[in-house]
């Protein structure tokens, strides 16, 4: 990429990436936009210098990703002409950031070769405000202090005592903590006085260990087991002995597994990414044997409602011809969108045209992300059996209104205060319609269920926009309760020998509990539902070693046929691959043998590919700790799969192009 080309992405990122997201420091804006991040790049990463992720450097180190940077780097409040000490120097990049604004920054490096290039590097770009020393950055560097702020680029146990002990008073301190050595909160700490501060926390971030004498030990830094340490022949001999291998999709045997599941209320059946044909066709596959020996209900998939909806109307009620399909027009469209979700969906309306209206399977939707549409089935319900109230409705609602084209400007403008909150209107607007519960049931309970979810699902929705500035904790709890909150209703409402089968990616099904997600405080609703129901509840991960995904790079981008990258060294799917079985079904938890057991209790990496794939940043973007025993009942395995088959559609008219923050 040519140079004007890199200054008109670091524009382009400085605007879309940082201050689009609420950083609004006018020397720190100005430093991002005259620092060219490719000087502290390999040369064969220049091209994605200005990409909204972190990039691999050297030495299993990684230069932040650029609103990490400005975020951090805001929190310490910076007017000009401060001293600064930076932990963590990397490739050099940030500290060029603080060079534009502070007027003096020492930066320490624990590794000695990256310390030497960032010297070198600063230098040639004339940074002679900026001092790199090789050493133990949780030491600090006590010979210049005391700093008027202090900046840590990785995940430490604690705050070091050190570093507190050089702030100077009225100082901030910014580093990122945690238990976990891949998940930590970052921390903000003001010296108030000389042993007074004051601590708080800013959001949920995933660094490299802050290694050293106040810090995790050189032993943890490799925190993951090495490939020896399991990779033995008895452990995959282990894997195959206690497996269920199949040939093909079509022809596998399912029926141990329908016994496995036996009268189970809920059926969570996985994926571990949104985008793969072998996932999607063997859920598939094991939902219609799981409908066809009766007793389910509803399938309920990680989607929006009044989408859902729309697919349930053919499937059940044959109100479409089978040639429409103008549902989930929203991004990512490929996610169910696809040939592999039509052809379940025709199956499932061939189905249903044998059955009577009341034994017909319904297709439901769980997710939030459908704000605007919602309200306009709100509204039209309301205007056929109440039109006063619909009337108040569209008062109500008007609050919303200026957000249409995107929701989560919504939720920045309500939580800076430059915009009243439309909590109240949409809450009250919820009460009333739960109020009116009798007379509205009366007309027909199943469009006021409709009515009532979509209602429900305004109310959740605007919370969710609002929530998500806090942290990608609190959103993505917030998220899934709901959706679990909505699968109970959706149960309620078939009576108490109702069953249900879900359909979501691998990290909602699976048991947050004995999973990295839990350190960072976040649930979902695998968790949920076993809390719930128990061993009426049965789920269904998936895994890859290698092949194609649908996915795209970044929010709202376009989809492309990406290359998996292999399976990390550390990672459960590692072992999988190393028995070289193709394909295989796993029993896990209560119906595991001893030798599986055990191996599977050992916490590993799990990957888990959403609607975005980064595979420059795999690791630290796409990995996390597991416990595969108990995240789930069942796995299922394909060494190499294939990408699913998207289809294209006319987008519906007026419904905003947004499917923000998740997997």
Known sequence: MVQKDLTTARRRMVEQQIAARGVRSGPLLEAMLKVPREAFLPKHLHEFAYEDAALPIAQQQTISQPYIVAFMTEALNLKGGEKVLEIGAGSGYAAAILAEIAGRVYTVERIESLARKAQSRLKELGYSNVEVLHGDG????????????IIVAAGGPAVPQSLKDQLAIGGRLVIPVGRDQRSQELVRVTRLSVDEYQSEDIADVRFVPLIGEQGWQVSGEAQVPSRRDYAS???????????????????????????????SRVVLIGEASHGTSEFYTMRARITQALIEKGGFDFVAIEGDWPDAARIDHYVRHFEYPPSEWTAFARFPQWMWRNEETRQFVDWLREHNSQLGTDRRVAFRGLDLYSLYSSVREVLKYLDEVDPPTAEVARLRYGCLTPWEADPAMYGRAALTGRYRSCEPQVVQMLKELSQKRMAYAEHDGERFLDAMQNARLVANAEHYYRTMYYGSRSSWNLRDQYMFETLKILLASKGPQSRAIVWAHNSHIGDATVTEMSARGEFNIGQLCREEFGDQAYSIGFGTHTGTVAAASDWDGPMDIKDVVPSHESSYERLFHDTRLPRLLLPLRRHATEDITSIMSKPRLERAIGVIYRPDTELASHYFQA???RQFDEYIWFDETSAVRSFETAELEGVPDTYPFGL
């Open 627 to 629: 416990v595969l025993a």
């Open 138 to 149: 949780t030491r600090g560097w006590p010979e210049h202090a005391p700093y008027d702020a």
């Open 233 to 263: 022949s008895d452990i995959t001999n282990a894997i195959a002995d206690a497996c269920e291998p199949f040939v093909g999709i079509e022809t596998a045997d399912l029926e141990p597994l329908m016994q496995r599941i036996g009268n």
